[in-house]
């Protein structure tokens, strides 16, 4: 629902971002600026690719193959995820797969508006169903590392 509501602020609110703008960053709308050397501030950036505007030029492909990853993940999650532990991170992956494809459905293009610069160097532009698919992803990645480690934890005591 977060998601959802920001998109549509953006969307309402916010032109959309460009170099032409001469109000803060872009046309949009600061938050802090030079806080230890970062700069915030919440844009309106129309994205037709994945993350960072990858394959922005297959559009079609593109929204298909997110359907597809997302009814495989619920297929997954529902009948084969045989550790709780993923749970809590694929739910997360998914439901942020799938505020992308309400966007497709409402505007015709993912909006992200989270605007970054660390130190001159300017992070691509995000929205709260990213943030969800990436921590999900990195929990995920988590479980792993520390089932693994348990596993050999368990190797050595059987061998000692």
């Known amino acids: 629902m977060i998601d959802i509501t920001f998109k549509h602020l953006t969307y309402v609110h916010i032109p959309k971002m460009s170099c032409l ?54 297929i997954y999650l529902i009948y084969f995820n045989k550790e709780k532990k993923q749970i809590f991170p694929l739910l997360l992956i998914v439901t942020g797969a799938f505020g992308n494809i309400i966007d497709m ?39 792993s590392i520390t089932s693994k480690k348990k596993e050999r934890e368990k190797i050595c005591k059987l061998k000692s």
Do not use: K
């Not at 802090?32 to 492909?61: K, M, P, R």
């Not at 001159?120 to 169903?129: I, K, L, M, Q």
């Open 21 to 74: 703008f001469s109000t803060y960053p872009f046309g949009g709308i600061g938050i802090f600026e030079d806080f230890f050397g970062i700069n915030f501030s919440i844009n309106h950036v129309q994205n037709l690719g994945a993350a960072w505007g990858f394959l922005s030029s297959y559009t079609s492909f593109l929204f298909y193959l997110r359907i597809a990853l997302i009814i495989g993940l619920a």
């Open 105 to 143: 459905f409402v505007y015709g293009h993912v909006i992200d508006m989270f605007y970054f610069t660390f130190y001159e160097w300017s992070f691509p532009v995000f929205n709260c169903a990213d943030i969800m698919i990436s921590v999900g992803i990195f929990l995920l990645f988590l479980h």
